[in-house]
């Protein structure tokens, strides 16, 4: 990886600020293929993201290091959804900090991840996201300071490169530079772009209870029967198919997930009755969402959520295509 000047002073360095959206996803399929020889698991799943996003602020700073400030947004900013606002690490332990670091390693940047030496660079981030949702906010989150720092530190990375030190990072980091829709392979570093995908609506919902993805993955049973599903799935949805599209919709996670908390069982049965079609776990949960046809038709389904008393809803919109990686990512 090849950098631009640089000096600890942030002579050179970008001075004005830099901000990005960093999406949410949906898995429309996920199928927990088998078990590998260094504990992940196989996957294959057509992820979309959607327009429900948090957003980052960047800002190069004389002070060494690399600082988050964290505030909620959006419904985790409201009284209803402040439920869901739980808290947000601020130190390595989250991915935003974690994926700049290895950036300024990568880079030359920093001789180690702590390294005091490493520029400064202060991040805020908006979280309108809840967090333990299956809905791939951190991952979004770390991609997206992937891509503004390269400009703010003035680095020359390719998109596939971010993607590789995503990878390090988290699981599902890889496929938020994959501009929109698309297949995920191996344990998340396999990407395969879709294209043709209707942009339909989505409601989203999450309980208040909360799920550890590895408890989930530990207690799912891998079905190397599944395989293929999800070019099925892209084919159909790519095709207009929608009522046709629906029964290739699967999460192998949601059993277990379904067993391990009553709360995702009580919303997915609440969405039926809510006249959503096919709702389903989303990544290991504990959020739930079901496909709409329309903005219409997903404003009345989670209005009747609401109603029902569930704190997180969101009315969404799929964006399966993208100009750029992270959909409307970077600007000045």
């Known amino acids: 990886m090849a ?51 948090d957003t980052l602020r960047l800002q190069v700073s004389d002070v060494p290091g690399i600082r988050l400030r964290v505030r909620f947004g959006g419904r985790l900013a409201t009284p209803v959804g402040s439920a869901l606002a739980h808290d947000v690490p601020t130190d390595a332990s989250n991915l935003v900090v974690r994926a700049a670091q290895s950036l300024a390693v990568e880079a ?17 981030l908006v979280k309108r996201i809840p967090s333990g949702s299956g809905l791939g906010g951190g991952s979004s989150d ?35 530079f994959a501009a929109g829709a698309a297949i995920v392979g191996g344990r998340g570093e396999r ?42 799935l892209a084919a159909a949805l790519a095709a207009g198919r929608f009522r046709g599209a629906l029964p290739l919709m699967h999460n192998s996670l949601e059993e277990p997930a379904r067993s391990m908390c009553a709360e995702v069982a009580r919303l997915l049965d609440h969405f039926a009755r809510a006249g959503a079609a096919h709702p389903l776990l989303t990544g290991s949960g504990s959020g ?45």
């Not at 002579?11 to 992940?40: C, H, T």
């Not at 030359?108 to 805020?124: E, F, H, M, R, V």
């Not at 038709?297 to 029902?308: G, I, Y």
């Open 142 to 176: 770390a991609a997206a300071v992937l891509m503004a720092a390269t400009q703010a530190w003035r680095i020359d990375c390719s998109h596939d490169r971010l993607a590789e030190i995503g990878a390090r990072i988290g699981s599902d980091v890889p496929v938020f």
């Open 191 to 232: 990407i395969e772009k879709v294209a043709g995908l209707p942009p339909l609506h989505a409601v989203i919902a999450r309980p208040l209870a909360g799920l550890s993805t590895a408890a989930v993955y530990a207690r799912c049973t891998p079905d190397a029967s599944r395989r293929g599903a999800a070019q099925q």
């Open 288 to 332: 739930c969402f079901a496909l709409m046809r329309s903005a219409t038709e997903a404003r009345r389904v989670a209005a009747r959520l609401e109603m029902a008393g569930w704190p997180g809803v969101f009315a969404v919109r799929l964006a399966p295509t993208a100009r750029e990686p992270l959909a409307a990512a970077v600007r000045g």
């Open 3 to 53: 950098t631009r000047s640089f000096s600890t002073s942030a002579a050179g360095l970008r001075s004005e600020p830099i901000s990005v959206r960093a999406p949410a996803k949906l898995n429309l399929s996920l199928a927990v293929l088998a078990r590998r020889a260094d504990g992940f698991h196989e996957i294959e799943s057509l992820m979309v993201p959607v327009t429900l996003h």
């Open 108 to 124: 030359g940047l920093a001789k180690s991840p702590d390294s005091p030496c490493t520029p400064g660079l202060d991040i805020d």
